[in-house]
Nanobody, 125 residues
Framework: QVQLVESGGGLVQAGGSLRLSCAAS????????MGWFRQAPGKEREFVAA????????LYTDSVKGRFTISRGNANYAVFLQMNSLKPEDTAVYYC??????????????????WGQGTQVTVSS
């Protein structure tokens, strides 16, 4: 059973960059497609990006295409979200999520069974 811990959030000015990390612990990281979601105060949780177990297929929401990049570590023990050209509307708590024994990336939060506690990203104007 996998446990997830996010890191890398913080305060940044508009136009700046952050790199979020999601580290797996507690068990072997195996056959898990991964996703990033975010939730701003008063809003529903929304999909940001996802990646297959192999890392060969990725999905992005339209608002972050060309600015954000999701990737996996060389040993597939961690997942990263590189965020460039950040905007104030990117401000939210960002959550890492994993599917259990499924390799296909998905934008549906209902298919992810393991979630991290989140990391705060704040973009100032």
């Amino acid at each position: 059973q996998v446990q997830l811990v996010e890191s890398g959030g913080g305060l940044v000015q508009a136009g700046g960059s952050l790199r979020l990390s999601c580290a797996a612990s507690g068990s072997t990281f195996r056959n898990n497609a991964m996703g990033w979601f975010r939730q701003a105060p008063g809003k529903e949780r929304e999909f940001v990006a996802a990646i297959s177990w192999s890392g060969e297929r990725t999905l992005y929401t339209d608002s972050v295409k060309g600015r954000f990049t999701i990737s996996r570590g060389n040993a597939n023990y961690a997942v990263f979200l590189q965020m460039n050209s950040l905007k104030p509307e990117d401000t939210a708590v960002y959550y890492c999520a994993a599917r259990t024994s499924f390799t296909i990336a998905s934008m549906n939060p209902g298919v992810y069974s393991i979630w991290g506690q989140g990391t705060q990203v704040t973009v100032s104007s």
